[in-house]
């Protein structure tokens, strides 16, 4: 509910006499409060087809139904052939929405997209003289704890439950042996009793459900992706190939998918954020028994209550979880990236194991806490392995950066923080660039970006015919993080190579051995304190990570997870892809400013467009908020209330350990963004105090030695 001041969606909560006279066949004993979105309802999936399919011939559109694909063909301009019983289509780009069938379509490229069909029942009653009776058609009701919809069907009822994952049934015979020819109206057999605890459920909610006869029982296939959401969007590795597949919940997504697909392929970049549904979040780590394996969870969770910072087990480990992952897995509540495992926080005895979540601060809290002070005071360790990695090189390698990113190309041995820009001017990604050689590069993103931002990169190196070549390093590789006031005392018992400040500056990147283990070493870290990024071969990860152990056991060395991570970097206000900045938002209504260099010469993606918003003036910014809270703290997609009205949400927020209140960043109008301005923040129904305070709220330690330099005594 926090969320629903901020997003045009109409939603409230309502109280039991509402509901009733909403919904006046329910047993009102069950019943404490509802959630009611008045737009919410139902339609007929042929008619709304039917409809479709005649609006788009008049637009001039051309269907042939039913008409079998029965190969693909790229050509080496990016157009396809789409080969059919009846002649080959030539096309400029194919989009797959084949439903059941898209996973046979990928296959006849090389693809092997995570799909897998699942069983769905729903039931249809007779006439039932209490709803006959009824002067307005009920609303859809959701039932969370029963597991299932109701709504009217005419004079009857239709409810669907959905079963546990231990009941529910996967068709995975369609994944193993393709769909059966001619399958199309079919259903499957059904299984009441497979759903008779949810009936059970129904008709305590619904009384008037005991007496009524059943006069159907349907079971078709839905296809699930791993996770639920579908995929949308075009996909790495194939040109002018695009999916609009996995979805769930089916024909209630195509007015507004479709309008999405065609502003995107019209305008070269999506109209807004919906990175959730990236088909390009799954990789090869995605296998059939992982996809099988998350679609019964995801089916089975479908009802239920989701939490901040939320894991789901299923399916994991993956063939990809890291090179750490058995060293560390007993000792730390691991989180999920993209395939791979990564220590959120550790445990010391007498801490509460394992993942509890909760709306409230829980078992993490305090741990995160010693884990901030082990970094702030002495040196941690991070695994990073799950960035995404890429080499960059050839003759076009800086005319191509150059064009990519708004920032200038760093020289060789240096690092930047660079930003990738729609033609829009909005931020597409943020990556990590350095120039290791002449004309050689290392780009390093977030684990959750590295196909996303790696299709982007491709494309541009294909639309403007660089003489580049690129290569996914990512699975290749591991990354330590070495932060802390000893991070470079310990380092240095490890190499010959000088460390100092004067040596190894800020953003400077070298190769060098450690404990005689090769590794890419850049001097910067998200914490914001002193340290370095470790990069190696991903079989060094133990010997490297047990060695920069053993040297800092005299500094009291210790490990720190991602929790301790995104509070230190909040305090130093650095901004996150996917929450600062996504493609909803401009780099200078993000403050990103000094990573946006105008008057380079060159005209990267988006240049022109960013000059004409900084003419006009920005209608919103970025702030950095502090919190009068009590056991709760912002999480982002928090609604931003003052004078009664919601002005702006969060984007991402935790408990600042040095100044132990809540901290937050938050888009608000610009008249509204100056340093004082009292706002509020709603958690969990309440309006908590805010303050817009002047970022950051810790220095961060090169700003902190440079104000040395200067002989000023800086506070952190």
């Known amino acids: 509910m926090t969320r629903a001041g901020w997003h045009p969606t109409e939603q409230y909560l309502i109280t039991p006499e509402k509901i009733q006279e909403l919904f006046p066949l329910l047993n009102m004993d069950m019943v404490l409060a509802g959630l009611y979105n008045p737009g919410d309802g139902h339609i007929d999936p042929y008619s709304l087809t039917m409809a479709l399919a005649a609006g788009a011939r008049k637009h001039g559109a051309q269907l042939n139904y039913p008409v079998q694909v029965t190969n693909l063909n790229p050509r080496s301009d990016g157009t396809w052939e789409v080969e059919t019983p009846l002649g080959v289509i030539q096309a400029k780009r194919i989009v797959n929405t084949a439903g059941f069938w898209a996973r046979e379509i990928g296959k006849m490229i090389g693809l092997q997209h995570p799909l897998i069909p699942v069983h769905h029942q729903y039931v249809v009653t007779a006439t039932i003289p209490e709803v006959k009776a ?409 010997a490297l990570y047990s060695a920069i152990m053993e040297a800092g056991q005299k500094e009291g060395i210790d490990n720190f997870g991602t929790y301790a991570l995104n509070a230190l970097r909040l305090e130093k206000g650095f901004r996150a892809w996917g929450a600062e900045m996504n493609c909803d938002t401009n780099p200078l209504e993000a403050g990103l400013e000094y990573f946006v260099k105008l008057n380079k010469p060159a005209d990267f993606i988006g240049k022109q467009t960013l000059k004409r918003i900084k003419e006009k003036g920005l209608k919103r910014r970025l702030v950095y908020l502090t919190l009068e809270t009590d056991d709760v703290d912002p999480e982002g997609n928090e609604s931003v209330w003052h004078n009664g009205k919601v002005i702006g949400n969060t984007t991402s927020g935790s408990f600042s350990y040095s100044a132990q209140r809540s901290l937050a960043f938050a888009y608000v109008p610009t008249e509204l963004s100056k340093v004082g301005q009292k706002l509020e923040v709603e958690l969990l129904g309440k309006n908590y105090s805010a303050t817009v305070i002047q970022e950051p709220l810790v220095l961060t330690e090169p700003t902190r030695m440079r104000l040395q330099r200067k002989g000023e005594s800086p506070k952190i």
Request: glycine share 10%.
């Open 134 to 542: 009824l002067k307005r058609e009920l609303p859809v009701i959701r039932d969370l704890e029963g597991s299932y919809y109701l709504r009217q069907e005419r004079d009857g009822l239709l409810f669907g439950p959905y079963e546990s994952e231990k009941k529910m049934k996967l068709q995975d015979s369609w994944v193993t042996n393709g769909v059966p020819p001619g399958f199309g109206k079919e259903l499957f057999e059904s299984d009441l009793d497979r759903i008779m605890e949810h009936i059970e459920a129904a008709m305590e909610m619904v009384p008037v459900l005991k007496q009524a006869d059943i006069i159907n029982t349907i079971a078709g296939p839905i296809t699930y992706s791993p996770d639920i959401l579908p995929m949308v969007g075009p996909h790495q590795g194939v040109r002018n190939y695009w999916v609009a597949i996995g979805f769930g919940y089916g024909i209630i997504h195509a007015g507004g998918i479709g309008k999405y697909l065609s502003d995107w392929i019209l305008d070269g970049e999506p109209p807004f954020d919906l990175i959730e549904l990236d088909p390009n979040r799954y990789g090869k780590w995605t296998t059939t028994e992982y996809t099988a394996a998350k679609a019964r969870e995801s089916y089975g969770f479908n009802n239920i209550v989701g939490y901040p910072k939320e894991e789901r087990f299923a399916g994991r480990p993956t063939e990809r979880a890291g090179a750490l992952y058995d060293l560390l897995k007993s000792k730390c509540s691991m989180g999920f990236h993209a395939g791979w495992e990564q220590p959120h926080w550790f445990y010391k005895p007498g801490d509460e194991t394992g993942y509890k979540p909760s709306f409230r601060r829980t078992n993490w809290f305090n741990p995160v806490g010693r884990e901030y002070k082990q970094v702030m005071e002495k040196v941690g360790v991070i695994d990073l392995s799950p960035f995404g990695k890429f080499k960059v090189k050839g003759t076009d390698s800086v005319k191509l950066l150059d064009h990519l990113f708004a920032n200038v190309v760093p020289k060789v041995g240096t690092t930047n923080i660079s930003h990738m820009l729609t033609p829009r001017g909005k931020v597409y990604a943020e990556l990590t660039v350095s120039q290791l050689y002449p004309g050689e590069f290392m780009l390093i993103t977030g684990s959750g970006s590295e196909l996303h931002d790696l299709r982007w990169i491709e494309e541009e190196i294909v639309r403007g015919g660089y003489k580049v070549e690129i290569e996914n390093v990512t699975d290749e590789m591991g990354v330590l993080g070495v932060a802390g006031p000893y991070a470079r005392q310990v380092l240095q018992k490890l190499t010959a190579e000088d460390l100092s400040d004067v040596s190894f500056k800020f953003l400077q990147s070298k190769h060098l051995k450690l404990s005689d283990i090769a590794v890419t070493a850049i001097r910067i870290s998200y914490t914001g304190e002193l340290g370095w990024e470790l990069y190696h071969r991903k079989e060094d990860s133990v």
